[in-house]
């Protein structure tokens, strides 16, 4: 294994320097965007009472190295991904059957189930469905291994974020790599440090194409009179990352030239309607600054609605019914979140029985399916006679495994030494809403050091987890692949020993990449 190339890596820096970069870096991110709404925990509601202030989002000092080989297989596999899960979507009646089991346990499951057939009773208004995912990947560095593997931890389908602040951070690294010799804004010397090592992200770029897409396959608008159409951002109340979506909005806005529109998910019955006397459907959206100007929307980006804490009463659950059954076309649909449930993920990675694969993708060279089985980690249900149970009961065993729910952000996976006394503390009927998958192994020898948002500098050993982008748009009664593109990438750095990942929930930092 080539640790080698991480074992003197970052540079050293000493105070003077540490100073400056830490100075540099929290500048530029004030300057370019690269920001959050703080933490409660770091700034109080009572500090901040009209949410006015941001601080820098957590973003490391340094980029990170990762393999070339595995950056290149994961951007090589994304559109083949992307017809994947919009194939697994197109076949409701295999959802259904995977889905089946957990819906007497999980009650989220459940209700996302039960949006779905209520609007097949009456009917689906819009066959045309708009995926923007993000495959996530670690390098693995198996003992016995000689070169890094491509190891997938998950494919997400609703909600796929940071695609704005992680091209900020690429431009970041690759300012600083760009710094003359003897300017004192460059890095110390070593030789990973080029810029031409730091690949060039256009995660905003495609991400936009990908909802201007589905705008202008939208065509003209369903009312009389017709109406100027718009794309609407479905938001989170106190949404600290609006940042991100803000860079994706302003690109549509401005290159696309589409009107865009935020709305809190609270908000949607309040301001959006769909008339009874059209039998097409259309969203009608009446922006709350200007009710007598009204919008026919023609797309829908969900940006929330992605976890059981989105909805807080019934009235939540009837929005997103209504989003549902309306002519908008909707990033994701139910049925395109329910594909990226972790179910889903461990069903297409058994190696026994069906060869879901083949079928999902039939006109598929065999290679190319070896290469993305070669992407998934073991992973097993808690079945009574699975081999999953025996794993994740046993001490011993259970040390190299993460327990994982249906469930998409962090904070919400069980690691190692605790998953036997968390799965016996539970009733045994619940076990089924659990996946237990493998533990990925990364570089050991990994370290870089990070800018948290409420100023702290860490340096330590880390680990990191790639994210590649893609988008389609397909109709789901076809099956008609209409638009298909990868492009731009998200990396994102933790500190060794954090087991959770994510940047919202503050337990990693976003980070860049040098390959070798």
Request: glycine letters at 6%; a negative charge; hydrophobic letters at 35%.
């Amino acid at each position: 294994m080539t640790d080698s190339v991480y074992h003197d890596y970052p540079p050293t820096l000493n105070p003077a320097q540490k100073e400056f970069l830490v100075r540099t870096v929290r500048d530029w991110t004030a300057q370019n965007g690269l920001q959050v709404r703080p933490a409660p925990a770091f700034v109080s509601r009572d500090s901040d009472p009209n949410g006015v202030l941001a601080t820098n989002a957590p973003v490391t000092l340094f980029p990170s190295p990762f393999p070339r080989t595995c950056f290149e297989e994961a951007k090589a596999l994304q559109t083949l991904y992307n017809k994947l899960y919009a194939a697994i979507t197109c076949n409701e009646e295999w959802i259904g059957k995977i889905m089946e089991d957990l819906i007497d346990v999980d009650d989220f499951i459940s209700n996302l189930w039960k949006v779905h057939l209520a609007v097949q009773k009456e009917g689906y208004a819009q066959t045309l469905s708009l995926g923007l995912y993000r495959s996530d990947y670690m390098a693995h560095a198996p003992s016995d291994a000689t070169d890094f593997e491509l190891k997938q931890v998950e494919f997400n389908t609703i909600s796929s974020s940071f695609g704005g602040l992680s091209s900020c951070v690429a431009s970041l690294h690759t300012e600083l790599l760009d710094s003359p010799p003897g300017n004192p804004i460059a890095y110390p010397s070593h030789p990973l440090l080029k810029s031409d090592e730091v690949p060039e992200n256009t995660a905003v770029e495609t991400l936009s194409a990908g909802l201007a897409t589905a705008h202008a396959a939208y065509r003209a608008s369903k009312s009389q009179p017709q109406l100027p159409t718009c794309i609407l951002f479905v938001v989170q109340e106190g949404e600290r990352n609006i940042f991100d979506q803000l860079a994706l909005s302003r690109q549509i806005t401005k290159v696309h030239k589409i009107p865009v529109f935020r709305i809190l998910s609270s908000e949607i019955l309040d301001h959006t309607s769909i008339p009874s006397s059209n039998p097409s459907r259309p969203l009608i959206y009446a922006p709350p600054h200007a009710p007598s100007s009204q919008f026919e929307v023609s797309t829908v980006y969900l940006r929330a609605f992605y976890a059981p804490t989105d909805y807080k009463s019934p009235r939540d659950w009837e929005a997103r019914t209504h989003l549902e059954r309306s002519a908008a076309i909707k990033c994701p649909t139910v049925l395109n979140q329910l594909s990226g449930s972790k179910i889903i993920q461990q069903v297409l990675a058994t190696p026994t029985g069906p060869d879901h694969l083949k079928s999902f993708l039939p006109d598929t060279e065999e290679s190319l399916l070896t290469r993305l089985r070669s992407t998934f980690a073991p992973q097993y249900d808690l079945s009574l006679s699975g081999k999953g149970r025996d794993l994740a009961l046993n001490p011993s065993t259970a040390l190299n495994h993460v327990l994982k729910p249906q469930r998409e952000g962090g904070g919400n996976n069980i690691y190692k030494s605790a998953i036997p006394d968390f799965l016996n503390s539970i009733p045994e009927n619940e076990w089924k809403r659990w996946i237990l998958m493998e533990l990925i192994h990364p570089p050991a020898a990994a370290k870089n050091v990070a800018l948290r948002s409420d100023g702290e500098v860490l340096a330590s050993g880390v680990i990191s987890e790639l994210g590649i982008y893609g988008t389609i748009l397909w109709d789901q009664k076809s099956g008609n692949v209409q638009h298909n593109e990868q492009g731009g990438w998200l990396m994102r750095t933790k500190a060794e020993g954090v087991n959770e990942g994510g940047v919202a929930t503050g337990f990693s930092s976003l980070d860049s990449v040098v390959l070798f």
